[in-house]
């Protein structure tokens, strides 16, 4: 099991940038895929961004490819989500998530943080 804990969310002006992180406890936390979701008021969660075990592949919602950048460090066990030109439309909650394998399915990933608040205004 890993422990997962979000920081970094806040209240942000339309166009600007906030850095989302992740930190992980477990020894197994390197050998896990990370994911990064979201869930706006009345609305289902959705996949935002994961990355891989290994770091070396990501993959992006078509909402925000091209804004938002997904890294981990491994030595420190953390994965960031860095978001830039924020839009009101992406204020949500913030979840980072480790599974097993890399998918934009919330099903697959099995250990989930408390998530952190973004609010983008306009």
């Known amino acids: 099991q890993v422990q997962l804990v979000e920081s970094g969310g806040g209240l942000v002006q339309a166009g600007g940038s906030l850095r989302l992180s992740c930190a992980a406890s477990?020894?197994?936390?390197?050998?896990?895929?990370m994911g990064w979701f979201r869930q706006a008021p009345g609305k289902e969660r959705e996949f935002v961004a994961f990355?891989?075990?290994?770091?070396?592949?990501?993959y992006y919602a078509d909402s925000v490819k091209g804004r938002f950048t997904i890294s981990r460090d491994r030595a420190k066990n953390t994965v960031y989500l860095q978001m830039n030109s924020l839009k009101p439309e992406d204020s949500a909650v913030y979840y980072c998530a480790a599974g097993l394998i890399a998918t934009t399915m919330t099903s697959a990933y099995k250990d989930w943080g408390q998530g952190t608040q973004v609010t983008v205004s306009s």
């Open positions: 990355v891989d075990w290994s770091g070396g592949s990501t």
């Open positions: 477990g020894r197994t936390f390197s050998s896990y895929a």
